[in-house]
């Protein structure tokens, strides 16, 4: 797993916090995602980046705001988060953002919203 | 609707018996697909993916998948299960180059 890393590996925060979630992928990859995994749900899909460049945004809230400063670092940016908001947050690249290309996963970041 | 399903939530087979992990989709035309694996406390690790040509895909850890065009399917099998193959697996479908959809998983307890 030191392909893609993912840090702090656990967060717990109050509604009025601020805090941010980094990933680092270390395999020379183009394209970098965010993903909320919820228990018994299917992985979803938050943000897409290729080249810097965001290329999709899943209707996620504006209480999540992403930043890709280059094609090795992402973050995720939290603010006035809610409950529900509670999840593992995953960050994952892959060669390309499309066709065939398989995406490497970090070990996410368990956030508890308090 | 979801375009990829996987039909059991979980699955439970003894050390040393074939395992077989269902996925079905419903897209059409030629989508691309993939297999993944979840140990706890770990993100997802690829497994392997079917792009084109042999209906048989070998991967990782022992692991293989056929692709069923007829059926859409692409369940995923190992012939002897280990006790440490119990995890969290997913499958996941794009199609024709659209964005990766993942299905709910499976678990996999394989008992000793």
């Known amino acids: 797993e030191t392909g893609v890393t993912q840090t702090p590996r656990h967060l717990v925060m109050g509604m009025t916090n601020k805090k941010s979630l980094k990933c680092e992928q270390h395999l020379g990859h183009n394209a970098m995602y965010w993903y909320k995994q919820s228990a018994k749900k299917p992985l979803e899909l938050m943000f897409v980046?290729?080249?810097?460049?965001?290329?999709e945004n899943n209707s996620v809230p504006s209480r999540f705001s992403p930043e890709c400063p280059n094609s090795s670092h992402l973050f995720l940016h939290l603010h006035t988060l809610q409950p529900e908001d509670s999840a593992l947050y995953l960050c994952a690249s892959s060669q390309g953002s499309g066709g065939s290309y398989e995406q490497y996963f970090g070990p996410g970041t368990r956030l508890t919203v308090t | 609707a979801q375009s990829v399903a996987q039909p059991e939530d979980q699955v439970n087979v003894a050390e040393g018996n074939p395992l077989t992990v269902k996925c079905t989709y419903s897209?059409?035309?030629?989508?691309?697909l993939f297999w993944y694996v979840q140990y706890p406390n770990r993100g997802l690790q690829f497994l392997l993916k079917?792009?084109?040509?042999?209906?048989l895909v070998k991967g990782s850890y022992g692991f293989e998948a056929e692709f069923n065009k007829s059926q859409t399917s692409f369940h995923l099998k190992k012939p002897s299960a280990l006790v440490s193959d119990s995890a969290l697996y997913f499958c996941a479908v794009r199609p024709n180059d659209y964005k990766l959809s993942f299905g709910a998983g499976t678990t996999v307890t394989v008992r000793a």
């Open positions: 897209v059409s035309g030629n989508p691309y």
């Open positions: 079917y792009i084109t040509g042999d209906n």
């Open positions: 980046y290729n080249f810097k460049e965001q290329t």
